[in-house]
């Protein structure tokens, strides 16, 4: 069965220093994996995705992403902090083998500290 | 290419009313998708379709709850006799293909009172 699992449900750093959000998976197959940021109130965006390609996503807003396969991780990590990035962040994984669906992990609400 | 639009962002409705949430995919899109999202919880699929076709509604409360997505037309999830239990975001996505990218709309706050 695939699943998700996002080790943290809150997070909280200090504007301007690294960000690390973990996100491990489990998946049978090859699998394709994405992060989507939820800001309050607002739909879901995509941050980046990891699509069998090269290991080392980036993705917008200076976010970016390792798929770690022996590690079965995808963790997003950010250099910089900002204050706009505080929301909640979504760690999703889709395989051949999910059959139509992606599965979304439960969250991470990320704070940033002035 | 305007995004996934769902309408109405919000509804109120009351115990016993019926729901209609829309979604029109981007352009060009044939796959639609169905999500729930409860307070404090992720996002939890509900059904997948394409153009006239229900592909997989494994995620879908067996009574109460259809959708449909016509040839002509948005995607529409349907909600028969609603009960509070229901209140949610239900949250429509669509993608070129299976498995590809979703494009998530705002989103419906259903409210029932």
């Known amino acids: 069965a695939q699943s998700v699992t996002q080790l943290d449900s809150h997070v909280s750093v200090s504007e301007g220093t690294p960000v690390l959000l973990r996100c491990n998976y489990s998946?049978?197959?090859?699998?394709?994996l994405f992060w989507y940021v939820q800001h309050p109130n607002k739909g879901l965006q995509l941050l980046l995705k990891?699509?069998?390609?090269?290991?080392l996503v980036k993705g917008i807003n200076g976010f970016e992403a390792e798929f770690k396969k022996s590690e079965t991780s995808f963790h997003l990590t950010k250099p910089s902090a900002h204050m706009s990035d505080a929301a909640e962040y979504f760690c999703v994984v889709s395989d051949s083998n999910t059959g139509n669906q992606f599965y979304f992990g439960t969250g991470t609400s990320l704070t940033v500290i002035p | 290419n305007a995004g996934v639009m769902q309408n109405p962002r919000h509804l109120v409705r009351r115990r016993g009313q019926e729901a209609r949430l829309r979604c029109s995919p981007m352009k060009g899109h044939s796959h639609v998708y169905w999500y729930r999202q409860l307070p404090e919880e992720g996002l939890k699929f509900m059904v997948y379709l394409q153009k006239e076709n229900i592909i997989d509604e494994s995620g879908m409360p067996k009574e109460r709850f259809s959708a449909e997505f016509p040839k002509e037309g948005p995607s529409i999830l349907r909600i028969q006799q609603v009960v509070r239990g229901d209140s949610a975001a239900y949250f429509c996505?669509?993608?070129?293909?299976?498995?590809?990218?979703?494009?998530f709309g705002q989103g419906t706050r259903l409210t029932v009172v």
């Open positions: 998946s049978s197959y090859s699998p394709s």
């Open positions: 996505a669509s993608s070129p293909g299976q498995l590809l990218e979703a494009f």
């Open positions: 990891y699509t069998s390609a090269a290991t």
